[in-house]
């Protein structure tokens, strides 16, 4: 982590001093660059599209590669950096690339790593958009996408072919918090000679840090819990620096879906925080998912960390031994339509929980993934997935458990 040469995009530009054997809460809090000369406590940031060389011929030499320094913010800013180090440092990955959203950043991968005749096999369970992005728009390029169950590692090895260059994992998914054996698929992808991709946004590196189980490539939405308080979209690539530098940072210098540095900063800051948040945000989630899964009103409860989750004992080991914030259950109902009615009625009774499809935030957030994430989708596909009308999710925030437990009870104690 601190080692000093391990900036092949930047070579020679200085590191924080920190201990080989640093943890990560002290790296989250830590890694980064060296203060400028002005010795600031808090990190700078640097509102520059540019930067100035001394001389013409240095110029030319930053420019050609030959000598490391900050060039154009589209590709090298300082605090853009501080993050991406730090991100990688708590993701035990050598390098990290931001970009403006999380789905940039799996536009950035698929640029990068895909061309026109290339397979993909994608988790059936991953975020909407990432399906839109592979099968409309890399589809129109000639990327065939085959999807596949979430937690049925026999169907991706039989979605393999040898044509197929990116196994797309994401886990647990949104919103039913389906788990994915991340050693299992690296193992199916490295067999084929592809690379699995995993998008470590619900558990963040506090809880799973994905290399360390056989993935290759690691993507986030920063937007969740990296800032963690719902103010910045961002994106990141975190992988080996063969592929993160030299493979995404050309295209990124290419294609320009740059972090702004004012995101960048807001999310260091986020990061230095992630730990705690995550533990208290976790514990929250899964005191209302054992509360829940006893009220009456109540079909069906899910969260990795309750031991009726059908990937329980997998999630617990794979996520040290923590559910996660993110949790969803079913209201009990006759039919889809009272089903429907009854969902809206629990969550219009809230009034602590912001009604938002957002997550990852410390304001605790509920909705109604069949009528709004998964809106898009017929009634049949929404089945399939597993999305009923009664379906709510909560991603739980920072608030006192006992206030949200008040807040959810309002609605579901008069459908009782
Ligand atoms: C939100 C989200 C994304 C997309 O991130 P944006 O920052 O909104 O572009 C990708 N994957 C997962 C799992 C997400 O929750």
């Not at 099968?135 to 085959?146: I, N, P, Q």
């Not at 009220?295 to 899910?302: C, D, I, K, L």
């Not at 991603?395 to 008040?406: F, N, S, T, Y």
Request: include cysteine.
């Amino acid at each position: 982590m601190a080692d000093q040469d391990d900036t092949a995009r930047k070579p020679g530009l200085p590191r924080v001093d920190l201990p080989p054997d640093a943890r990560l809460e002290t790296l989250a809090v830590r890694e980064g660059l060296p203060a400028t000369p002005w010795g600031e406590n808090s990190e700078a940031l640097f509102l520059t599209s540019s930067f100035v060389h001394p001389d013409a011929a240095t110029a030319a030499r930053r420019f050609a590669g030959e000598e490391e320094a900050f060039v154009y913010s589209r590709f090298t800013n300082p605090t853009v950096m501080m993050m991406e180090r730090r991100l990688a440092a708590l993701e035990g990955t050598e390098a990290c690339l931001a970009t403006a959203s999380g789905m940039s950043a799996i536009l950035l991968l698929c640029m990068g790593l895909l061309k026109s005749g290339d397979h993909v096999v994608c988790s059936r369970s991953v975020f909407g958009s990432t399906i839109k992005l592979l099968s409309s728009e890399f589809g129109k390029f000639g990327v065939e996408t085959t999807y596949v169950s979430q937690s049925e590692p026999a169907e991706w090895r039989a979605a393999m072919r040898p044509n197929t260059r990116l196994l797309f994992a994401e886990t647990p998914s949104n919103p039913l918090t389906e788990v994915c054996d991340i050693q299992a698929l690296a193992d199916i992808a490295h067999e084929g000679g592809a690379l699995l991709v995993v998008d470590n946004c619900f558990c963040s590196p506090a809880l799973q840090q994905p290399v360390k189980l056989g993935a290759d490539l690691i993507i986030h939405s920063g937007t969740k819990y990296l800032d963690g308080q719902g103010r910045v979209l961002a994106g990141m690539v975190c992988g080996p620096k063969s592929i993160v530098e030299g493979v995404l940072v050309p295209v990124m210098r290419s294609a320009g879906m740059s972090l702004s540095p004012f995101n960048a900063w807001v999310v260091l800051k986020g990061l230095e925080t992630l730990g705690i948040r995550m533990a208290a945000q976790s514990a929250n989630g899964l005191a209302l998912a054992q509360w829940l899964e006893a009220h009456p009103a109540v079909e069906r409860v899910y969260h990795p960390g309750l031991a009726s989750h059908p990937q329980h004992a997998l999630a617990m080991a794979q996520q040290g031994g923590v559910g996660g914030a993110v949790l969803s259950f079913i209201v009990k109902s006759a039919d889809a339509v009272q089903a429907r009615e009854r969902a809206f009625a629990v969550i219009d009774a809230t009034r602590i929980c912001s009604i938002t499809a957002n997550l990852g935030d410390t304001k605790t957030t509920i909705t109604h993934p069949a009528s709004t994430s998964h809106g898009r989708l017929s009634e049949d596909q929404r089945l399939a997935a597993g999305i009923t009308q009664g379906l709510i999710r909560v991603a739980a925030g920072l608030e006192h458990v006992e206030d949200l437990k008040v807040d959810l009870a309002r609605g579901l104690d008069r459908l009782v």
